[in-house]
């Protein structure tokens, strides 16, 4: 296969394997399977913040939330050790299956590895890769989930929420900042003065 031909290959038995997702999305009026959706959102915020990426980003972008509702929250008890627990064992999930197909349409087993090593997101802030698809999924988040995530935990209480926006930014790359704070002017405005007060010095 040439590379390009290998590429088409990953992308489209992750789009397969993503379409298989029973639970629903809608995006500009259309019903598409969640994780579908999902990895076209990752996609398209991944050209937009690298306009050239290459072809293990786009792999490991299409496949950030491969097959997750296999693996649902529900299955770790309640609290933040549990979430985290969950989180990681996804990252290994998504990682592997992205390895595997990736070996299927014909990439080197280094070229594999490294995509799975992204996914898992072992080396954030060291690696340039991983640090990319980290900003496109606080991109996604931002844009497409941190609305409904808001209006879901309205038990929340301010700090909490200071908390969730400052980490959130905590893991992106000033790329990524540049890229939220343009997003962030057509925010609602009671998501843009969270936003605000998040970032905001303290005293000021």
Known sequence: MTASAQLTCALDKIDGANRADPNRETVDGDSLPREYAYSLHMTRWLFALEPAPSERMQIACRAQ?????????????????????????CGRMH??????????????????????????????????????????????????YFADFYEEKADYDREKWLRIVRRTWGKMSPRGH???????????????????????????
Not at 190 to 199: F, R, S, V, Y
Request: hydrophobic share 40%; proline share 4%.
């Open 95 to 144: 990682g592997r299956r992205a390895a595997e197909i990736m070996a299927e349409c014909g990439y080197q087993a280094a070229e594999c590895e490294k995509v799975e090593t992204i996914l898992t997101k072992r080396e954030l802030r060291k690696d340039a890769d991983t640090q990319l698809l980290e900003d496109v999924a606080c991109m996604v988040f931002l844009e497409r």
């Open 178 to 204: 540049e890229a939220a704070l343009k997003l962030a002017a057509g925010m609602p405005a009671h998501l843009l003065a969270l936003l605000q007060e998040a970032l905001a010095e303290p005293g000021e």
């Open 65 to 89: 939330h491969i097959e997750r509702w296999t693996m649902p929250r529900s299955d770790y008890p309640e609290g933040r050790k549990a979430y985290y627990q969950w989180r990681q064992a």
